[in-house]
C-alpha cells in the first residue's frame, strides 16, 4: 500500500547522525524509512533484512537485526510484539541450522509437546471462532446432504480431535425423522502439529459414542488400521515421517479398507487438513497435477463417490517458495488471530499464550524449515477451489439456513467478526475485514445432473 | 457483523483540516467530491492490503463525532448521509450542484487516529468507515455503557444493546458444573467431559433418561440441560482410557456404539522431555560454540511449553535456584521441563535461561520497565503460566539505558488517556536509537573478530576457525570497523579489568572469573553512558571460555539515547 509515511511530529535527535550515512553499514541505510515507528510494517521489514541476511550468510547483519527484533519481541505485549517474537524465534532456529555441526545437536527442530485434555482442546477451540465456523459451516451443509438417508460414514481428515461432531451428533438427535446411524472414521496417524491431546484417538470415540448413546444415535468408530502409525517414531525423522504416513495412508482409503457400504451416505471431511499434504514434486515446485500428494488424495477420495466432500482451510498462501514471500505472507496474514486474540483475550491469560504458541509452531515451521520438513504448506482458498476443481469437483452452494446459522454464531462472539460469500459458493470467515477461514463444499462433477 | 457496505464519504471539511491536539498530520489527498457508494469489494489477499487503496486517516473527534454529514449551505449536521441528501434537496439546488459528482470508486481504508493502536498501520486499515469508528470507540473510547445484570462495559452504544439482549438470558450447565453461555461450546464439552462418562458408566444397570427436560430451578433464567443429578466428580479417567490399549473400559462396554479399533493401539504421542546433563553439555560444547549459537541451541531445546505437571514425566519439582538470578551455574539443571514446578518469580526460574540472562543486579532492577527481552521469549516458553512474571523479571534484556524513558514517551503526552489495560511492555528505546544503536555496533571498531564472538574461542586469538562455520568463513580475518563483536558476541576479557569497565559499576556477583557475555550484546559502554540496563551475563561457562580481550566495545558515546516516542502502531 502505496501511502505517504505520515510524518513523525516529533523530532528525533540523533547522537551521531553521521553514522546513518554510513555506506557500510547496510541494516541503517535500509531502515531510514522506519525511523521512529516500529509498526507492523518495519518489523516486516526488519524480519525480511533478517531472512535475506540468512540467506546470504551475512552473520553480522543477521544479528543486528536480530537484537533489534529482540527489543521488540514480548509474548506478553501487544499483538505485535507477540507475533514478532514467533517470528524472531523461527528465524533463530532457521538460522541455527545454517551452522548445525558447531551447536551439536541433532536438529530435530523445536518439540513443543504441550498436550491438553479433552475438555480443555473443548475450550480451545471456541477461545476465538476461528475453528467453530468451519465445524458449524461443514456441519450444516453435512446434515443437508444426507437428508433421507438412514446411514451416515463419515471420514474425518482433521487437526481437531473429532472436536467437531458433537454438535453434528446433537444435531442428527434432533433430526424430525429420526437420526441415522452414525459411523465416523478417523485416520490413525496425523500431522505432528499442534493441539496436541493427550488422549488416543480410541480415547476420544470411546467418548463420543458414549455421547452418541446418550443421545440416542447409533454409533461406530473406526480408526484407519495403518500400520506404518505405529513405526517407531524414533526410527523415522520426526518431519519425513509425515510425508511417508500420508502415503501410507492413501493406500487405505479403498472401498473394501474403509468398509464402504452401499446404503451409507459417505461423507468426507477436510478441515485444516489439504495444506498437510505435498502439493509440491520433487522438485520442490507447486504443482497441480498427478506428481502431488494433494492432487492424489483429492483422486482417491473422489474415487469413493462421497455424496458430500467439505474442505475447511485457512485463507492464504504460505506455499511459496520464497522465504521473503513467506514472511511476508504469514506475518500479514497472522497477525489476524493475533489480533484477535487481543480483543478478547487479557495479555497475561494463559490459554491465549498457548494458542498463541501454536501458531508459533506453525510460523517456525513456515520460516525455518524447507524441502519435506516444511509441513505446512498453506493455500487459498483460490487456489484450493482450483485444485478441487482441477480434481474432477464441482462445489455446492451453502443453504440459506446454513448461512443464517453461521451468522447468529458470529453474532454470539461479538464484533469483528463477519462473514462473506466468494466464489465458488465459498463462505470466508472476515476479522475486521480481513479474510482468516474459508469454507467450501463440493461433490464429483459426474454426480451433478 | 458483515462488512459495512456504507462507503459514504466524510464531510471534507471535517476530516481532512480538523487536527486535534496531538494528531497526526491530516491524511493525504482528501477529494472535496463525494462518491457514490456501492463499491465493489475486491477480493484482496488475506491480510495483504489493496495497494491501490487510499488511506484515509481521520481525527478522533470526527470519528466520534455524531453528525458527521454537514450541509454545506446551512450547516446543519446529520447522522447519516442519506439524511443530508434529503435535506439538501430542500435548498432548491440546481440540477448539477445536487448531483454528486461520479468519479471511480477507489476502495478507501481507514486508520485509526491513535498512533500506538495496531490500526494506525495503513497495512492493517479497516475497510469501512462504521468499522474503524467502532473500532475508536471500542478501543480508545471510554466505555459509557453499562450493563445492568453484569458488570460489562461497553463503549458502543450497540454493543451494549446486543450484550444486554443475551446477557443471563441462557445458560448451560454441565454436570460437571462449568457453566456455558454458548450452546455449542455446551455441547462440545459435555461431549467430552468426564461427568458424562462417569454417569453413563453408572447409568448401566438402569435406562438413562436421553433427553433431560430442563430442570426450573428456582432462578428461572437458568435453564440447566444435564440428565440425572450429578454425581460427585470422579478423578479424570483419561490416564485409564489411555493405557487401555483400546479396550473399553467396563463401564462402557455396553455402550451403544461399538469402538473399533484395530490391531495395535495407538499410543498418545509421546512427551519427548529433554534429558540433556547441561553441565555436561556445556563442557563439551562450549569451547566451540558461540554464546550466541549456544543459546540458540538451548532455545530450541528448551522449547517445551511446560503444561501441567501431570503431563510431563517428571512430578518432583526441579530443584529451584537460588533466588538470586545471579547465580548461575548452579540453576543448570537437567529437568528443565518440570519448568513449572518453580515459583513464578522470574528470578528464580529453573531455566536454564534465567542463569544465562540473569542480571547482576538483583533487587535493583527487579522492577525495571518491562523491557522485552528474546529472554522473555525463553522464559515465556518455559513459563506459560506465569507470563506476567516475566517483565518484572530481574532478566536484564540488553538496553540501552532508556528503560528509564521507555514508561511514559509511548504514550506521549496527556490526552491519550484511552488505555484499557496497563499498557504493553513496550521497547526500551525508539526505534531510531535501536537502529543506531544496532548501526553503531555494525561500525564500531573493536578488537575482537566476528569469528571470536562466534565462538572460536580459544585464549591464543582467533586462530581455531572450524571449517564449517558458515557464517565464520567470511569474516576470517578480524576487521576493524564493520565486524563487531561487540554485537553478538562481545566477550569481553576473563574477569579482568575489562569487564569491570564494561560492568558499569554493578557490581559483579560472579565473582572475578566469569566471562561475561552478552547475548546479541553489546558488551555494554564504558565510560558515560549511564546505562540502567545491563548486558546480560552469563557465566563462567565451566571456565570453558577464556576468551582474549574482546572487549567488545562497542562503545556507545555517550548513550544518551532518550526514549523518543516509540511510536508502536
Redesign the interface.
Known sequence: ????L?????S?????PS??N?P??S??GE?KG?????????I?KLLLHCASALEH????????????L????????????RLT?WF??AL??R??K??P?????DGS???????????E???Y??LIPWH?FG??ASNSAILKAIEGYSKVHILDFSITHC?Q???L??ALAKRPEGPPSLRITVP?CRP?VPP?????????????????????V????????D?A??AS?ESIPQESSHEFHFESLMNHLTPSMLNLRDDEALVINCQNWLRYLSNIDQKGNVVQDSSSLRDAFLRTVKFLNPCILVVVDE???LSAPSLSSRIT?CF?????PF?ALETFL???S?QR??YE?DIGHKIENIISFEGLQRIERLE?GIEVAQRMKNAGFSSVPFCEDTIGEVRS????H???????K?ADHMLVL?W?????VFATAWVPSDLQD | ???DLDNSSTASGEASVSSSG?Q??PP?HQPPSKSTATAK?K?????????E?E?I?LSPKTLLATNRFVCEICNKGFQRDQNLQLHRRGHNLPWKLRQRSSKDVKKR?YVCPEPSC???????????LT?IK??FC?KHGEKKWKCDKCSKKYA?QS?WK??SK?CGTREYKCDCGTLFS?R??F????????A??EE?ARAQPHT?N??PKPIQESDPKVQVES?PPPAPLPP?V?PD??S?Q?Q??PG?AQ??????????????????K?KLNFPCLFD??LI???P???I??S???Y?????NPP?FIEEAPAPAPSPTPATVTAGFNGSFGSGTSSSSNGSSTSSVFASLFASSTASGNLQAP?????T??IH??AH??H??D??PSSIE???LCLSTNQGSSIFGTAGQERRQ??P?????????A???K??????AATNAS?LRG??IVSSSSSSAQ?D????????MEPEN????AG???GLPCDGGSGLKELMMGTPSVFGPKHATLDF??LGMAAGGSPSGGLSALITSIGGGLDVAAAAAAASF??????G??????
Open positions: 500500500m502505496r501511502t505517504e505520515r510524518g513523525n511530529t516529533t528525533i535527535s540523533l547522537q551521531n553514522l546513518f554510513d557500510e553499514n541494516l541503517s531502515l522506519c525511523l521512529g515507528s516500529l509498526d507492523g510494517a518495519c516486516e550468510n551475512d552473520g553480522t547483519l543477521a544479528q543486528q537485526v536480530m537484537w533489534v529482540n527489543n521488540v519481541a514480548s509474548l506478553v505485549g501487544d499483538p505485535n510484539q517474537s524472531l524465534r533463530i532456529s538460522a541455527s545454517v551452522c555441526a558447531a551447536m551439536d545437536f527442530g523445536t518439540i513443543r509437546r504441550r498436550q491438553m485434555s479433552v475438555t482442546l473443548a475450550v477451540v471456541d467453530r465445524f458449524c472436536m461432531w458433537p454438535t451428533i446433537d490413525s505432528p496436541f491431546l493427550n488422549v488416543s484417538c480410541e480415547e476420544v470415540g470411546l467418548r463420543l459414542s458414549n455421547f452418541a448413546k446418550f443421545k440416542d447409533p454409533f461406530e468408530f473406526n480408526v484407519i488400521d500400520p502409525c505405529f517414531p485463507d492464504s498462501d505472507t500479514n496474514y497472522l497477525w489476524i489480533d487479557p495479555k497475561d494463559s499464550v498457548e504458541s487459498s454464531l458470529l453474532e454470539e461479538a464484533s469483528g467478526w463477519g462473514m462473506k466468494e472476515t475486521k475485514g480481513h479474510n482468516s | 457483523m458483515p462488512v496531538n497526526p498530520p493525504p469489494k477480493r484482496n489477499l488475506p491480510g495483504m492490503p489493496d495497494p487503496a488511506v486517516a481504508v495496531v490500526h494506525h498501520d495503513p497495512t492493517r486499515a479497516l475497510g469501512d468499522g467502532k473500532h471500542r458502543v454493543d446486543a450484550h443475551i454458548r455449542d461450546s455441547i462440545t464439552h459435555r461431549a467430552f467431559c468426564d458424562l462418562a453413563s438413562p436421553p433427553n440428565s479424570p483419561a482410557f489411555g487401555d483400546g473399553a473400559p462402557l455402550s451403544n456404539g461399538m469402538i473399533s479399533s484395530p490391531v495395535l493401539a495407538i499410543q498418545s504421542p509421546v512427551l519427548h529433554e563439551k560444547c566451540f560454540m558461540s550466541f549459537l549456544l540458540i541451541f532455545l530450541l531445546h522449547a517445551e511449553l511446560p503444561d503431563q518491562q523491557t522485552p527481552a528474546f522473555d521469549l515465556a516458553m506459560p503460566d507470563p506476567t516475566l517483565t534484556p540488553i538496553s489495560y496497563a504493553p511492555p513496550q521497547p526500551a528505546m525508539s526505534a531510531t535501536l537502529l543506531q544496532a548501526a553503531q555496533m555494525g561500525a566476528l562466534l565462538g572450524p564449517n562455520m558458515q557464517w565464520g568463513q567470511r569474516q570497523s564493520s565486524v563487531t554485537l553478538g558476541l546479541l550484546g558515546g555517550g548513550g544518551e539515547f532518550s523518543k516516542d516509540m511510536r508502536r502502531s
